[in-house]
């Protein structure tokens, strides 16, 4: 028998999340793989799914959309990705039913891993990458960025916060990082001692964004959190700027006058792994893909774990992943 998690209802994940037991899956098809899971993460994205769900309980739904396993077999003549071999490690994604035992994926989903890369990073090698590939691609294309324009972000210290500080460093985008609180600012410094960091639990903390950003344009703010602080950003954005969100963390939703979107001329962008996962190019995934591999290999102590938990405490793992303070991210091992 195989384990696998589902819902059949939308809610909190800690209650709606259940485990059920069902047949080993058959030999893989042409173009399909089967892989062997040894460890899925609990990514943010995959819990509002669940929190969000209007089905009726009639029809279970496989949660999750990434991990990392071991090839068992390659259905007959697929084609397959470099390295995608049996016995090869990889990591699958986009999978829906990702949180499973055993997984029969797509080849086209199906990524090798790079020797020397942990099966805690391998887990975390692509959604969160490639999300901060698509915000800073979302953020260049604003046209002061990379040249006298700063870039300002918020729940910097989630993985996907760091991860695009690094790539950010890396490519010479100014950028200031914004926070929670002054633990979790401190802790960032000192992983990135040149980025400047703000804690919003000071009052005043936007004229602390504006005093690190002096006198240079506050182009593009990225924002997964929304409501209240979504409109400080907008306060904070230099005329002619973006606000890109990519999460609704925040209960209440955004409210902006008219007026502040036509004096100052802004724009307002929404983006998510899923509209990654349905509207972008097989040429552009194949190479936001490849650059989420180099920036796993060469940014891996930015892929912190905050906990492992076995598949029988699912509740406990999930309540851990919504957990505010949270550094890292949830794996859960299948077996």
């Not at 055993?102 to 790079?114: D, G, L, N, Q, S």
């Not at 914004?178 to 919003?200: C, H, I, Q, W, Y």
């Not at 890109?244 to 724009?267: D, F, N, R, V, W």
């Not at 990654?276 to 920036?295: E, F, G, H, N, P």
């Amino acid at each position: 028998m195989s384990r696998r998690v589902v819902y059949t209802l939308g809610g909190s994940p800690a209650d709606v999340l259940t485990v059920i037991e069902e047949p080993e899956p058959a030999a893989p098809q042409t173009g399909q793989v089967l892989v062997r899971t040894t460890v899925f993460p609990v990514h943010p994205g995959d819990l509002q799914a669940v929190e969000a769900y209007p089905g009726n309980g009639r029809q279970p739904v496989p949660a999750g959309v990434e991990a990392t396993g071991v090839v068992e077999a390659i259905g007959p003549g697929t084609p397959v990705a470099p390295g995608v071999e049996p016995g090869a490690r990889v990591t699958v994604f986009p999978h829906p039913g990702a949180w499973s035992q055993w997984i029969t994926a797509a080849a086209r989903a199906v990524v090798a891993v790079p020797a020397g890369l942990s099966d805690e990073v391998a887990a975390q090698m692509l959604v969160n990458p490639i999300t901060a590939v698509m915000l800073r691609r979302e953020a260049e294309a604003h046209a002061s960025i990379g040249y006298d324009g700063v870039l300002l972000q918020t729940a910097a210290g989630s993985s996907v916060g760091r991860l695009l500080t690094a790539v950010s460093l890396a490519h010479n985008i100014s950028l200031v990082n914004v926070v929670r609180s002054e633990r979790g600012a401190a802790e960032l410094r000192n992983r990135f001692p040149d980025v400047p960091v703000v804690a919003t639990e000071h009052a005043g903390w936007t004229d602390d964004v504006r005093g690190a950003v002096g006198d240079r344009p506050l182009s593009v703010a990225l924002d997964p959190i929304g409501g209240k602080l979504a409109e400080s950003l907008v306060d904070l954005l230099t005329p002619g700027g973006t606000l890109i969100c990519y999460g609704q963390m925040a209960a209440e939703p955004i409210s902006l006058p008219a007026s502040t979107l036509l004096h100052k001329s802004l724009t307002l962008r929404g983006i998510t792994v899923g509209h990654w996962m349905s509207d972008t190019s097989l040429d552009r995934q194949v190479s936001d893909v490849a650059a989420a591999k180099l920036i796993a290999m060469a940014a891996k102590d930015q892929f912190d774990v905050a906990a492992t938990y076995g598949l029988g405490d699912l509740a406990e793992a999930v309540e851990h992943a919504q957990r505010p303070g949270k550094v890292g991210t949830v794996l859960i091992r299948p077996w």
